[in-house]
């Protein structure tokens, strides 16, 4: 692609965005965007733009912007890795923050391109003018009113500041997307880490946690998942105890685990048949027993949320471990024939479609549903929390009886959308509010 090419279809993608974009909230104008710059760009790694497209489309259905904040920065590392690629941890790792940095780099490669190309003499100084009052016409209109009043008439109100905003960073975002390109960098590049680790220097330490995770298992086998009876039977012991001091040292252990199993996995010596066997049979023997204990923290905070009520907190911590659960199963199959040149790209790619899966449960309509359930048996519920939640748990808050249901949507809003910013959580919040009769809040 040359650099009059990348101008253009970064022009191109601006524009793009300054129309279908909704600046301040999620819509179905991102994944549209998205459409659009992946078109444009045309040879990008088709799994990875689909998945960032997935994840910019999450906009168009769920409107939680907690859980949309993270699918959008995790949709913008999926479209860094599709155009710049990447197959180890490494390259996995340059390649989802890639095309930030090339933006800034290609700027003067456009500008080589642009003088080269015996472009008019005035294209130069009009564009370094056109950036200087960009940079300069706001501050000193924000400096004096009557300066401001001034240019009132000649320069942009400040509602065309999000458009601008928009064109400028897409369009910078996708120059540099089109000189990675033109100019493909090999992020998978690195010095291969000698395998130096004798069998008898890890052998022990493997061992040893090995022995002592079964032995975990074995004496918590009673308690691991007894649940609602081991609570209850035992002496000054309450779900809070039990589901929240256990779940994050299990949390702790999951992942700590998992960095030991990489360290060993990349530097054990695998001279001959036996070094193979011992690697998977004690990384297999660990992997499963940690399985079984990222089974456990799964269960201590289901309990745990099932007595005190769900949080986007638990439920995000949970969604987490179910993840690294999943981890862990990729790491067996791994270690079957000791290759796992896919790995990495399976971790990242998991955790993406893991964010796509936890927009597809609603987290916000859960949470507002389950802990309404627990209001029908204990009579216990923090209205002011359920309150607070974004607007997809509107159909479920309307369903509370009269007086707490005023209360949960007393300051309730919700605007008309365009196409552009069409949401399905917010469409189907304005047809439950338009419908319900809200009443006095019981204070």
């Known amino acids: 692609m040359t650099p009059h090419r990348a101008l253009l279809t970064g022009a191109a993608a601006g524009l793009a965005a300054a129309i279908l974009l909704p600046f301040d909230e999620p819509g179905l104008g991102w994944s549209l965007t998205a459409v659009v710059v992946f078109a444009l760009l045309r040879r990008v790694r088709p799994g990875w733009a689909v998945l960032s497209t997935a994840l910019f489309a999450v906009g168009a259905f769920v409107a939680a912007e907690w859980l949309f904040a993270l699918c959008a920065i995790a949709g913008c590392a999926a479209g860094s890795l599709a155009v710049a690629g990447g197959r180890t941890a490494r390259g996995l790792v340059f390649g989802a923050g890639a095309v930030p940095f090339a933006a800034v780099r290609a700027v003067p490669w456009v500008a080589r391109g642009v003088k080269d190309s015996g472009t008019p003499a005035l294209v130069r100084p009009v564009l370094v003018t056109a950036a200087l009052l960009v940079v300069f016409v706001p501050l000193l209109a924000g400096a004096d009113a009557a300066f401001a009043g001034l240019l009132g008439h000649i320069t942009p109100d400040e509602a065309a500041g999000g458009p601008i905003t928009l064109f400028l960073v897409v369009g910078l975002g996708t120059i540099g997307a089109a000189f990675l390109l033109a100019a493909p960098r090999r992020v998978d590049e690195t010095g291969d880490l000698p395998r130096t680790v004798a069998r008898r220097d890890w052998v022990l330490p493997v061992g040893a946690l090995v022995v002592l995770f079964a032995a975990f298992v074995a004496v918590q086998v009673t308690t691991l998942f007894a649940g609602d009876e081991h609570v209850l039977t035992t002496p000054d012991l309450t779900y809070a105890d039990y589901a929240r001091s256990g779940f994050w040292q299990l949390l702790a252990v999951t992942v700590l685990t998992l960095g030991v199993i990489a360290v060993v996995a990349r530097l054990a010596r ?39 009520g769900f949080t986007v907190l638990r439920v995000v911590v949970t969604a987490c471990e179910l993840w690294l659960g999943v981890v862990y199963v990729l790491v067996l199959a791994a270690g079957v024939r000791l290759r796992a040149r896919w790995l990495a790209r399976a971790v990242v790619g998991t955790g993406f479609a893991a964010l796509v899966g936890l927009a597809a449960l609603n987290p916000d309509r859960l949470i507002a549903e389950r802990n309404i359930e627990r209001y029908e048996a204990t009579g216990k519920i923090d ?57 006095d809040c019981a204070r």
């Open 383 to 439: 209205i002011w929390y359920l309150a607070g939640l974004s607007d997809d748990a509107v159909p479920a808050l309307a369903t509370l009886p009269p007086g707490l249901r005023a209360c949960a949507l007393e300051f309730r809003r919700v605007g008309p959308d365009d196409w552009t910013s069409f949401n399905l959580g917010r469409h189907r919040a304005g047809d439950v509010l338009a419908g319900v009769t809200r009443g």
């Open 270 to 308: 695998l001279d001959s048949p036996t070094d193979r066997r011992w690697l998977r049979g004690l990384l297999g023997a660990l992997c499963a027993l940690t399985l079984v204990i990222v089974a456990s923290a799964i269960t201590r905070m289901w309990l745990y949320q099932q007595a005190y």
